[in-house]
């Protein structure tokens, strides 16, 4: 079959998108805090025959910015944060093949815990979750969750290598079959068939049995979204979706053949896993109208937006020194969280010592820099180009208006990109794996990849 587009919608449980203004637009709407507002927007993704709908999530406001919360509340940035699988359940309520991702941290859970929430969702879903692995960010997190200070990058990911054991070895002890479910006998599964965990290991005891058995789709899809090489390694070894966020063609291409490259290295099969970029379409029915559109969103960002964003990002506090002073080198290095933003700072400013307002500037955290803005032609010309010069498998689109951009991308985009024979028409079944023609896996299955290579 023709290599076809996954995509997915990028999704909060919160006040806005990943676009901290976009509540400020004229034309969002205003109770996000409501089960109808999710359920709207899952209707028109799963009407776009969209794979999936993934929430992004923090445990944490952003609060290190000046060291207080003040301005996020002030001017809603990212100030609600709400159970993304909760809200995910709604959506799925609604649905019937739409995929259902969210965001849940191993550095701020116990495995079992997590192993369990998802595969309950992947049952009452009927086999269309998906777990976007992450070792969150900051300090904001780490205070809200009984520790001082947040773990050091790879130490997190050497600890999250070993969740990943602890949640897998979890959804691998009820085997296929394992239910009976006979009244006349009074079985109700097959005790062979369901083995206790027992792991003991550097980081993680979890003894089971596990409490879940398998679902229609045998586990969960992985998401990653690791940058840093660190994460790209940790990305090869686990993820089966993988959220990139490449502003070029070049840099899209290089990205996805480092990704793969380290799942080969992991001794994965690279065409079982898709690379999807994160993307910000503005559209219309033509370019004039989506001009008109963008005019109005950009002028919804505020400074403080970026600022705010930036040191949540990087747990680092720009309030700290003036907006256009240099950065230290041992500033620099001082930052943690997602180091894929001050890596590409340095490089897209080709300065060694960035200043915060050169942050603000190349990073384009807050801002809608590098929306893609048009008719149904213009965007998919984009989309065509990146997918076909093999920089991505598919795209994250995030919305400026919610629910309006999922909406026209939706009535003026993905038609386009089904007549070009880029996207598909229907979905190929009712799970997950099969809609994004992953293969079902057998227990036991990720323990053939070597550890090494992900060390």
Known sequence: MTRQMALVGFLQAQNCTNLPSSWRHPESRDDSMSADYYQEIARILEAGKFHMAFFDDRLAMPDRYGNDHAHTVEYGIRCVKMDPLIVLTTMGMVTEKLGLGSTCSTTYYEPFDVARRFATLDLMSGGRAGWNVVTSLNDGEAQNMGKDAHLEHDFRYDRADEFMEVVLGHWDTWEDGSLITDKKSGRFADPAKVKRLDHKGQFFKSRGPFTVPRSAQGHPVIIQAGASGRGQRFAGRWGEVIFTAARNVVAAKEGYAAVRNEAAKAGRDPDQMFLCNLTTPVCGATKAEAEDKMAVINK????????????????????????????????????????????????????????????????????????????????????????????????????????????????????????????????????????????????????????????
Not at 381 to 407: H, K
Not at 409 to 418: D, I, S
């Open 300 to 455: 919804l960002p505020l400074e403080i937006d970026a600022l705010s964003l930036l040191a949540e990002a990087l747990n680092y506090d720009f309030a700290s020194k003036p907006l256009d002073e240099p950065l230290t080198t041992e500033e620099l290095r001082s930052m943690q969280g997602i180091l894929g933003i001050r890596d590409g700072v340095l490089k897209n400013s080709g300065k060694t010592n960035p200043s915060a307002r050169d942050f603000v500037t190349f990073s384009g955290r807050g801002q809608v820099q590098d929306a893609i803005v048009g008719g149904p032609k213009e965007i998919a010309d984009r989309l065509e180009e990146m997918f076909v010069e093999r920089g991505c498998d598919g795209f994250v689109i995030a919305a400026t208006i919610v629910p309006g951009s999922y909406a026209d991308f939706v009535k003026h985009v993905v038609p386009e990109l089904q007549r070009r024979g880029l996207f598909h028409k229907d979905y190929a079944g009712k799970t997950l794996r099969e809609n994004l023609g992953l293969k079902r896996p057998v227990a036991g299955a990720w323990k053939t990849s070597p550890r090494a290579a992900a060390e």
